[in-house]
């Protein structure tokens, strides 16, 4: 009797000992997949916070998105990210934190352009994927085969801004550029384009990023009696300068470059916004598009998600690394984690709808936009509309 006990015990525990087995197998199974470390660098505090700040909650709410849904081929994403302040030297420690130290696959950013080009050399060395937010030509010109971008470029920036200026009959232009890399790609491009728009440049200057008043410039500006004035720079000096010239009494138009297409704007020049034109992803009239736009889905979805998790509304800025993770969560799909082969998948990226326009990417092409990827706004009681 104490011999039959003995066995139906064992058996007893031999059958509670192989359903927990089942139930664990799955779990063990997931969890020996190590997660994907990707890192991000982004100006999150500092003068570039309204760039780098919405970047940052941008990838790591895609990152949990991912994550929701199970990851990328049944590895967890993490993302690594670090304050750079808007600083190159900052910019060029947390690179070489990630690569070093956190040992990431890939890399998202930084904000601006001469953050940017801090740390191409690093990213050469390393060969590690990386997409910048920032929008400066010479990021993806020449062509490296680890660096690609985002931000839709002072090119078709400058041409959307020309052909509008052209449209008007407008002749003569000054333009004032801020003294940063962002500032001298845009500045290159306005003059090189000129002339194919029927367009002379009465008068070219450059301001600082730090400076609070433009005066003296536009007064430059004024005394060959231009018919509108282009601005390129980023946040402060742009809105400075829309003020120096309210208080001037200069009452032409004003253009200034898509590195002022956020709220943030608006809300630094004040009054002085009012009429002043510029081009910018569609994200910033999002709702005034027709419903035929291939963007206006994600659009949408974009603006829904973020207002939802974080109260605030979005910008072009958080668009640009939104499109990053998820442009990079597609290549490195069935990778296993190789480098070249995330980055081989990130060149043949072909018609990836995104905030920040349509991406098609090639070995010529690391920023993969079309003019499409822009339209023209104007402020008008505070409030972005399409220019027509």
Partial sequence: ML??????????????????????????????KKPYKIGGIFAVTGPASFLGDPEKKSMEMVVDQINTNGGIDGHMLEAVIYDTEGDPSKAVMGVSKLINKDNVIAIIGPSRTPTTLAVIPMI????????????????VQPIDPWVFKTAQSD??????IYKNLKANN???????????AFGESGKEQLLVQAADFGLTVTKSEAYGAKDTDMTAQLTKIRKDSPEAIVCWGTNPGPAVLAKNMQQLGLDIPLYQS??????KFIELAGSAAEGIMLPT????????????DPQKEVLTAYIREYGKKYESSVSGFGGYAYDAVKILAAAMENSNGDKEKIREALENTKNHVGVSGI???????????SPDAFVMVIIKDGKWELLK
């Fill in 170 to 180: 407008t002749k003569k232009i000054g333009i004032i550029s801020v003294g940063n």
């Fill in 359 to 369: 991406f098609n990417f090639s070995k010529t092409d690391h920023n993969g936009l």
């Fill in 124 to 139: 050469q060395k390393a060969k590690i994927p990386f997409i910048s937010c920032a929008a400066g030509n010479k990021i």
């Fill in 3 to 32: 011999s039959v006990n003995r066995n139906c015990s064992m058996m007893f525990f031999l059958i509670i000992a192989i359903i927990c087995l089942m139930i664990t197998s799955p779990a063990i199974s997931a969890s020996d």
């Fill in 281 to 292: 992803g569609k994200i910033l009239v999002a709702a005034l598009l027709p419903d035929s």
């Fill in 155 to 160: 090119i078709l920036a400058v041409a959307a």
């Fill in 258 to 263: 898509h590195g002022v297409a956020s709220p």
